[in-house]
């Protein structure tokens, strides 16, 4: 069974830092992952999707990787915003099947 | 494009009583899917249709909730009798399914479901 997991739960930093968040998966099996951006009371905003043969991908400040042989991703946020404060959830889809498998997400606030 | 719609937003309602949640997905869209998101359990598959046939149920909890999908531009996800462990919000996305999984899921604001 998939299992994703992210680390940290929650994270706190000063505006202008660059950041890292962790997400690691057990099956390699994956047809992709994405990274989902999730306000207060809101659904949830893909930002970046990583298909199983891609190392990474980029869109603006964020950049997320992908290393399917140790079943990690990373997303690095460059010059954070207090804008960039959010739950952030990684998930992957599993080959052979659709279904989205979410990690519980990291709890981002970016303090001004 | 409207982006995925549901209804209604926010729904408050007594154990035992009968909900019914509405989603229209994006227009075009193939494959609709219906999540629950709960603080202890985090985000859930419950059911996905693709071209509206049922594929996958194995995340629905009990014979208490079940899922329609009449036609490509509506799906309902009912529960009867309600339960106060149902309480969650509930939101449904959609995407244009193509083999290796190229494409995004597109989710709703989600319905908040409060059981008392």
């Known amino acids: 069974k998939q299992e994703v997991t992210q680390i940290p739960a929650a994270l706190s930093v000063p505006e202008g830092e660059n950041l890292v968040l962790n997400c690691s998966f057990t099956?390699?099996?994956?047809?992709?992952l994405q990274w989902f951006r999730q306000d207060p009371g809101k659904g949830l905003t893909s930002l970046l999707l990583?298909?199983?043969?891609?190392r990474e991908q980029t869109s603006g400040r964020l950049n997320a990787s992908l290393d399917k042989s140790s079943g990690r991703s990373t997303l690095y946020i460059a010059a954070s915003q207090p804008g960039d404060s959010a739950t952030y959830l990684c998930?992957?889809?599993?080959?052979?099947?659709?279904?989205?498998?979410f990690g519980q997400g990291t709890r981002l606030t970016i303090n001004p | 494009d409207a982006g995925v719609i549901q209804s209604p937003r926010h729904e408050v309602t007594e154990m035992g009583q009968e909900v019914t949640l509405r989603c229209k997905p994006i227009?075009?869209?193939?494959?609709l899917f219906w999540y629950r998101q709960t603080m202890m359990r985090g985000l859930e598959l419950l059911i996905y249709?693709?071209?509206?046939?049922?594929?996958?149920d194995s995340g629905m909890p009990e014979d208490r909730f079940s899922a329609k999908m009449p036609n490509a531009s509506f799906s309902t996800l009912k529960i009867q009798p309600s339960e106060p462990r149902d309480s969650a919000v509930y939101f449904c996305?959609?995407?244009?399914?193509?083999?290796?999984?190229?494409?995004?899921?597109?989710f709703g604001p989600g319905t908040r479901l409060l059981v008392l």
């Open positions: 998930a992957v889809i599993i080959q052979g099947a659709q279904k989205l498998v």
């Open positions: 227009s075009g869209h193939n494959s």
């Open positions: 249709f693709n071209n509206n046939v049922p594929i996958d």
């Open positions: 990583i298909q199983s043969s891609q």
């Open positions: 996305a959609s995407s244009w399914w193509l083999a290796g999984g190229r494409e995004t899921q597109y």
């Open positions: 099956d390699s099996a994956i047809y992709n």
